[in-house]
């Protein structure tokens, strides 16, 4: 039995994070496990507003199984209750709500009733069999009442990524648990009935709290919304600049990387903040943030993927047939195993602005958004450095069709060691998938990326009168 709801939920979590998906998904653990997207711009980081918040509240307990002393993660609540869909429909549904609890309890079944638990936030995304994503955010605690307990999660499943906003709906789930389930209820309606709003815009739900009265809250949503579903905060306490340079390095070149920790909120957002570097380009392989232990097996694939593993599987995880593979301890803030040339895979004087942006002025911000911006932007400045120039080759078609022309693309380069980099990452699937979508659009998306990219033309066409006065 075990090993069919296991098998439904690698079919589920066909995570390919945006869209990069160079074939056919294939039902293994190898498949690509998508994350909320921060690469194609036109995807989950850039929704124009408008769409439901959220798909599914559910609560997820601890039920003793009918042998055994071991415990099994099993809904207990679910709002709101899916009704009048068709049988191809249900049948979806129910291996969605089936693979959840796994995810809401990835460390196992081995528990105890507890008097103390801390709090943890953490979120998972599964991919559905026609690539529509849900994203799982879920709060882990203790429910409130006297003498030992078992943590419960509450799970809030959503197609949209906006972890900043979802924390803060959590926070008052959370509050409101404490009173009464039926408290919550209310407060889930006026959200459901609410628009997700546009970036830089504002949803204010009102809600009655017994004994508070009516209470009036705001959700608002991050003007720039590419940042929207990354927190690097928790990268940064845990690692150095030269060793998440080393990660984003292995990244590129799509390696197998493991991250271990030992709580989920820590898994959960370096796992993010780590893919999120990769912007615009998107992770295209295996991709769980936190991997269950029935699923250990997913680290002995031969195929890239980028996966956190609680520190209590640390042993089953050094024990396990791998190679070439950058084994992160988030703990010590330290490399267990790396392949060796982490330091050589870009461009020495591109690796040495990295380190300089990163450095400068890291200590005087104050905000998340004010970290995100700075540890973001030195690597979006690598892209644009490296190939922000691929528009200018891809030759169109009379019918709108372009063709990426990839050698006078990389001849473009005028640094030796920039085009030695460029010739390796053009066969990556994190660049062919990009491609694919450049060609097929007539004009290059107005999004981010290429507004960076016209500065930085900018730039030096008023370098070049400067250097020439000289």
């Known amino acids: 039995m075990e090993g069919r709801v296991v098998g439904r939920a690698l079919r589920f979590f066909r995570h390919r994070l945006p869209r990069l998906q160079a074939g056919p998904p294939q039902d293994s653990p190898a498949e690509a496990v998508k994350e909320p997207e921060r690469a194609q711009e036109h995807t989950l980081s850039n ?5 439901h ?23 207990t609540y679910q709002f709101p209750k899916r009704e009048n869909l068709l049988r191809g429909q249900q049948e979806e549904e129910e291996r969605l709500l089936k693979a959840i609890p796994l995810f809401c309890f990835p460390d196992g079944n081995a528990w105890a009733p507890l008097t103390e638990y801390p ?36 799970c809030i499943v959503s197609c949209i990524g906006c972890f900043g906003l979802f924390s803060k709906i959590l926070d ?21 009935e609410a628009a997700f709003p546009a970036p830089g815009k504002t949803v204010t739900l009102k809600s009655f709290i017994p004994d508070s009265g009516t209470e009036f809250i705001s959700l608002t949503r991050p003007l720039d919304s590419h940042l929207e579903h990354v927190d690097f905060s928790s990268l940064l306490q845990c690692l150095g600049f030269e060793q998440i340079l080393q990660i984003f390095a292995s990244a590129v070149l799509e390696r197998k990387i493991i991250f271990l920790a030992e709580g989920l909120s820590t898994l959960s957002q370096c796992i993010h903040a780590a893919a999120a570097l990769l912007y615009p380009f998107s992770w295209a392989h295996t991709y769980i943030p936190v991997v269950p232990e029935s699923l250990l097996a997913t680290v002995c694939c031969p ?25 992160v301890n988030l703990c010590e803030g330290t490399f267990l195993m790396s392949v060796g040339d982490e330091k050589d895979i870009l461009p020495p004087k591109l690796q040495d602005d990295i380190l300089d942006s990163l450095g400068q002025g890291i200590n005087e911000l104050t905000t998340a ?57 053009v ?23 290429q507004q960076k990219i016209l500065e930085y033309e900018e730039q030096k066409k008023q370098k070049k009168p400067r250097e020439k006065r000289l």
């Not at 069999?129 to 009442?145: E, N, T």
């Not at 700075?374 to 080759?393: E, L, R, W």
């Not at 699937?429 to 450049?438: G, R």
């Open 47 to 51: 929704f124009a507003g408008g769409q």
């Open 53 to 75: 918040f959220f798909e599914y509240l559910l609560v997820v307990s601890l039920k003793k199984k009918h042998l055994g002393d071991d415990y099994e993660p099993t809904i």
């Open 119 to 154: 709090r943890e936030t953490f979120s998972f995304v599964l991919t559905n069999v026609d690539g529509s994503r849900k994203i799982g955010y879920c709060r882990r605690l203790l429910p409130a009442g006297p003498g030992p307990r078992l943590p419960k999660v509450y």
């Open 172 to 192: 008052e789930v959370e509050k409101r648990h404490q009173i009464s389930m039926a408290v919550i209820y209310p407060f889930m309606q006026g959200l459901r």
């Open 303 to 327: 195929t890239p993927f980028m996966v956190g593993v609680q520190m209590r599987f640390r042993q089953e995880v050094l024990d396990s047939p791998m190679e070439e593979v950058l084994l």
């Open 369 to 425: 958004e004010q970290i995100n911006e700075h540890v973001s932007g030195p690597f979006v400045q690598f892209f644009v450095k490296t190939v922000g120039h691929y528009a200018s080759f891809i030759k169109r078609e009379a019918n709108g069709q372009g063709h990426f022309q990839e050698r006078p693309f990389c001849k473009a380069l005028t640094s030796k060691n920039n085009r030695r980099f460029v010739k390796k990452f």
């Open 427 to 449: 066969k990556t699937q994190l660049f062919s998938l990009f491609i694919q979508e450049a060609e097929k659009s007539k004009n290059p998306p107005a999004g981010y990326f």
